[in-house]
């Protein structure tokens, strides 16, 4: 999977670029906290990217915070939608190698880089807020999503900053109106319209999404790394237009099948844990989709199974 998978870049194929590794069970959420004692208070995760001049950005976040259960808070001070991607990084590898491999066409996925949740693409003045669980690390926040057409990410041009988490407790993640989780093939649910959930490798499950604001509970269930993108679909188009438009190499000739500027996608987490994010949605249909690929490489997930029509009304 690449991480520049934001709208604009929706309309040519996206290169297979995954992360291994979960982050284990004590940083996947839903924990109880100190055993006998009060659930400990969430830390505070502040994330401010701003313009720094002609095609520059700045992004800035605290040298060092407490982990396990943390509430991350990204501001958008910048005139140009921007997304807050943390990344952790084993060993001594830097960010550099990490942006060097994310914006690689190589489909594997070195094993010392992970996907850590965070906030995803927001508008220009917005503010985004996430709560999830984070182990003790090096880390650092990125934005390659959310550049315009086919030119440099943001993240080489300023919109990147490294933190370390110290070691915290795990804690419960914030209750959810809604749901979408991402399942690995074999586990049932609900792999909707014209799915059998047997007969592909990975898929959705979603409930409770309506218009508005939506606190989104986003369970990656998975092996592999997922991230949720609801992208609004366009008139009577199809799904499987909808597929066959993503998967085509070639600008297309026609009317897009879906709304490329208001598409909404959560932040990338590592299989086997989970945040609680927000999503702010219009009543209508939408294609949910995972554009990343197995971490061995191959096709991106739409095209095994994570690509479903949901009806938000």
Known sequence: MSFRTSPRRLRRSV????????LGLSACGGGSGEEG?????????????????????????????????????????????HEAQLIRLDGDHTVQEA???????????????????????????QQGVTFTNLPAG??????????????????????????EVTPGKPGELPAAG????????????NAGEGQDAEDHEHSFEVTGLKPGKNTVLFDNRSDELHHALLAPIIGDTTLEQVKEALASEEQPSGPPPVDFENTLTTAVLDGQTKEVTELALKPGRYALLCFI?????????????????????
């Open 99 to 125: 942006i060097k491999a994310i914006d690689s066409e190589e489909a594997r996925t070195p094993e010392w880089l992970h996907g850590a949740g965070g906030v995803g693409t927001i508008a220009p003045g």
């Open 293 to 313: 690929s197995d971490r061995d490489g191959g096709k991106p997930h739409f095209a095994e199974g994570m690509l479903r029509e949901v009806m938000v009304r």
């Open 178 to 189: 809604a749901r979408i989780v991402a399942k690995d093939k074999g586990e049932h649910g």
């Open 138 to 163: 090096r880390y650092a926040v990125i934005d390659v999503a959310s550049g315009e057409g086919e030119g440099p990410p943001p993240v080489s041009r300023g919109a990147l900053a490294e933190f």
């Open 15 to 22: 290169a297979g670029f995954t992360l291994i590794a979960a």
């Open 37 to 81: 004692g009060a659930a400990p208070r969430p830390t505070s995760l502040a994330i401010t990217t701003s313009d720094a001049g002609e095609d520059r950005f700045a992004t800035k976040a605290p040298a060092s915070i407490k982990g396990g259960l943390v509430k991350i808070v990204f501001k958008n001070a910048s005139k140009a939608p």
